[in-house]
């Protein structure tokens, strides 16, 4: 079974900052795209960054120059590190994993996805 486990959120003071990991297992073998979306209470979940199969990163206007992915292949990990953290970084954020992934796509469109860990930014 495909399993994406996500860890690291929890509250932070505005400013400071935080690593998100995703621990992936399970992905049969293929090129898949892998991203981070948040929700936050009252709002559709949004897209964060997004990593292509050849590595390729997009972000989010609201969180480029301060969040980034990254994946460690060896570690079977996803990352996310989140830098000059905001309070309207304030989310769950999930990890998400599918042979196509973007920014804007509809979530019911995306074939994995964690469970979410809750970020704080206060």
């Known amino acids: 079974d495909v399993q994406l486990v996500e860890s690291g959120g929890r509250s932070v003071q505005t400013g400071g900052s935080l690593l998100l990991s995703c621990a992936i297992s399970?992905?049969?073998?293929?090129?898949?795209?892998m991203g981070w979306f948040r929700q936050a209470p009252g709002n559709e979940r949004e897209g964060v960054a997004v990593?292509?199969?050849?590595?390729?990163?997009t972000y989010a206007d609201s969180v480029k120059g301060r969040f980034t992915i990254s994946k460690d292949n060896a570690k079977s990990t996803l990352y996310l590190e989140m830098k000059e953290m905001k309070p309207e970084d304030t989310a769950m954020y999930y990890c998400a994993a599918d042979y196509f992934v973007e920014l804007r796509i509809p979530p019911q469109r995306i074939g994995y996805w964690g469970q979410g860990t809750q970020v704080t930014v206060s």
């Open positions: 990593r292509d199969s050849d590595g390729t990163t």
């Open positions: 399970g992905l049969p073998d293929g090129t898949w795209c």
